[in-house]
């Protein structure tokens, strides 16, 4: 947060990059960032281990930033200083592609170690609870919230402190604090080694879904067996067979003729298999809806921040950083999450009766609602920002951007526990950090569709819309637009969450033990499933 808050205001004051082109850098960096969270998450899936996975890609990440740190400094990798009137007829030079290379650098290595560690650290961190434990199940809802809150302490710090530091006494200074603080976070995580609890990787699930489909195409001509039963390992699966992506289960369909083909995945996938790759798919639709909050909360680090240099940020003598203006989304954010856990969550368990209080699809449908609204403020508040300048030459207070910061902070703090916490529950146990690169995959993808519609409406609109002088723009159209959009994406969202069917979870009784224990579909076997529902 500490790069992303404030980058903007650099490339565009510093590097004399227009906004359009600025914005673009800002939102394809978040985007790469939380798209490499894929690749993360498979190389701890596959092979590291989440430990480990953390613990390198960290190291990456305080690599990135020290690069940027010197990108920032070196005064050759800056063009000639411009002053005001060259400014107002845009005849400062731009930066050169010699002078960008090294600030690219830094922004894609820390983009790799960033996704590596967003993917990894919150499953690492579920792996603490025994979710076979009733009360540390219990728990495990609370530490998604906590999580999220410790998240957004750091992003609260570095819109506040950073941003002024960067601003005030130096790039370098800002981003070098940023390096250090990574190296610290390493030592951290390394000093708690010997108290963690350890998942060993399973294997690439990538390849277990493309062995899947590949196997379900080669049988598609197959007749479906006469029976579920009949499928390959049906009797040990671990995840009970369902009727839903049914052309799946031709992978697991036997050729009678031979019986050593069984134990060779290539031959023929288990029960377990094809029903671990249906989970995966049923995550798509959701995740396809959660993309334009990402891409609404992306106009928070880079249009809204160019909006507050155009208003009037003076408190007293003290004239606040357009970028600290995000103080508010990570107040607002901090507030709600606070909120869910002591009053939205208790309060929601006694009107439904639901351990959860609120389910994570429930989350997620407020979360997006409240987007809605944020980009209805920010219109109606950019359109009486932009007339006020020209009808009476006054400018607005940047306090006036609050109520867009307040409702995106609002929806995030529904959102991104909500998108968490479904990616990591209702995906297979082996595929969990993969689920969270996908969870961040839609993050990213909300950035990057922020990037193509500012360059579809940069052409369709011939800049008339999004200018680097925002007085001479239409800011507020592009608002509307995303507000119409969130909209309709709003209802698919309901339809998918509707259709959606959360994984089951059921009590069970341990052998020698009274207490009953808590454990998913994907925990037991289908034998042990129909003996529970004799017991009942």
Not at 120 to 138: A, H, L, M, R
Not at 179 to 196: D, E, H, K, S
Request: hydrophobic share 45%.
């Amino acid at each position: 947060m500490g790069i992303s808050m404030n980058l903007v205001t650099y490339l565009v004051g510093e590097l004399h990059i227009s906004s359009a082109k600025s914005a673009t850098i800002v939102t394809n960096f978040m985007g790469t960032l939380n798209l490499l969270g894929l690749l993360g998450g498979f190389l701890a899936d596959a092979k590291l281990g989440r430990y480990l996975a953390v613990a390198i890609f960290a190291s990456i990440t305080a690599l990135g930033l020290s690069l940027l740190t010197m990108a920032t400094t070196i005064p050759t990798m800056r063009p000639p200083q411009c002053d005001d009137y060259r400014k107002q007829h845009y005849q400062c030079i731009e930066a050169s592609g010699n002078q960008l290379a090294l600030l690219y650098a830094a922004l894609y290595t820390t983009a790799l170690g960033g996704g590596g560690i967003k993917s990894n650290v919150s499953g690492f961190g579920s792996d603490q609870f025994d979710q076979t434990d009733p009360k540390e199940e219990k728990a495990m809802h609370f530490f998604f919230n906590r999580f999220y809150f410790c998240i957004s302490i750091g992003s609260l710090f570095a819109v506040i402190v950073l941003v002024y530091i960067q601003d005030n006494v130096g790039r370098g200074w800002g981003y070098g604090i940023s390096a250090g603080t990574m190296v610290i976070a390493v030592a951290v995580l390394l000093c708690g080694t010997p108290w963690y609890r350890f998942k060993k990787p399973r294997g690439s699930p990538l390849t277990t879904i493309w062995r899947v489909s590949l196997l379900a195409w080669k049988k598609r001509r197959h007749p479906y067996p006469s029976h579920p039963s009949l499928l390959n390992d049906y009797d040990s699966a671990t995840v009970p067979h369902t009727e839903k992506f049914k052309y799946l289960d031709k992978a697991a369909i036997m050729d009678p003729t031979s019986s050593a083909q069984k134990n060779d995945p290539w031959i023929v996938s288990t029960v377990t298999e094809v029903e671990e790759v249906k989970m995966v798919l049923k995550l798509i639709p959701i995740w396809s809806t959660c993309i334009l909050f990402w891409t609404v909360y992306s106009q928070m680090t880079t249009f809204t921040i160019e909006q507050a240099t155009f208003m009037n940020r003076k408190v007293g003598s003290l004239v606040i950083p357009s970028g600290s203006y995000s103080t508010f989304l990570f107040i607002t954010i901090l507030l709600f999450t606070s909120l869910n856990e002591r009053l939205f969550i208790p309060l929601a368990r006694k009107l439904t009766h639901n351990a959860q209080g609120l389910t994570s699809l429930q989350r997620i449908g407020i979360g997006l609602f409240l987007s809605i609204l944020a980009m209805v403020a920010a219109a109606i508040i950019e359109k009486e920002r932009r007339e006020t300048v020209i009808q009476q030459n006054t400018m607005i207070s940047a306090f006036w951007l609050v109520p867009q910061y307040f409702l995106v902070g609002a929806g995030e703090a529904f959102v991104y526990v909500g998108q968490l916490e479904f990616f990591i529950r209702e995906a297979p146990e082996r595929m969990k950090s993969m689920s969270t690169g996908l969870f961040l995959s839609s993050i990213s993808m909300g950035f990057f569709v922020s990037s193509l519609l500012v360059s579809l409406v940069d052409k369709a609109t011939k800049k008339i819309w999004l200018r680097s002088n925002l007085n001479k723009g239409r800011l507020n159209n592009f608002y509307w637009m995303l507000a119409v959009l969130g909209l309709l994406n709003l209802f698919i969202f309901l339809v998918f969450a509707r259709e959606h069917q959360y994984k089951v979870q059921q009590y069970i009784k341990p052998k020698n033990s009274e207490e009953k224990e808590l454990k998913t579909a994907n925990d037991l076997t289908v034998l042990e499933m129909v003996k529970e529902e004799e017991m009942i």
